[in-house]
């Protein structure tokens, strides 16, 4: 999946918009950040669940690991290049 498709498959859920967050892009619903994009294209973070990283991580180790924020982990990071476009997919639906 290529960062243009995440993007657009991103806005087209509800309510969702686009802002700059710090040196990042973020999506948002009613304010909520639920992915970053960091600089560069090779990666995107998703904000998921414990159990929600815990199955992609598995299903695909090469492209998700655990996004961590100091000691917390908060979500997954994508590698766009590798993840698949029907995990990407879901994960942007749940998170």
């Known amino acids: 999946m290529d960062l243009d498709h ?7 859920l509800p309510e969702v918009t686009e ?3 710090h040196h990042f892009s973020s999506f948002r619903v009613a304010k909520k950040i639920f992915v970053t994009l960091p600089p560069g ?5 998703v904000f998921v669940a414990e159990e929600d990283r815990q199955r992609a991580m598995a299903l695909e180790p090469a492209a998700c690991e655990a996004l961590h924020w100091g000691k917390k ?3 997954l990071r994508l590698a766009v290049g590798k993840i698949s476009q029907d995990l990407a997919e ?3 639906r749940i998170a």
Request: glycine content about 4%; aromatic content about 10%; hydrophobic content about 50%.
């Open 6 to 12: 995440f993007r657009r498959t991103a806005l087209a």
């Open 19 to 21: 802002e700059p967050h």
């Open 41 to 45: 294209d090779e990666f995107v973070h």
């Open 90 to 92: 879901e994960l942007l």
């Open 73 to 75: 982990v908060v979500g």
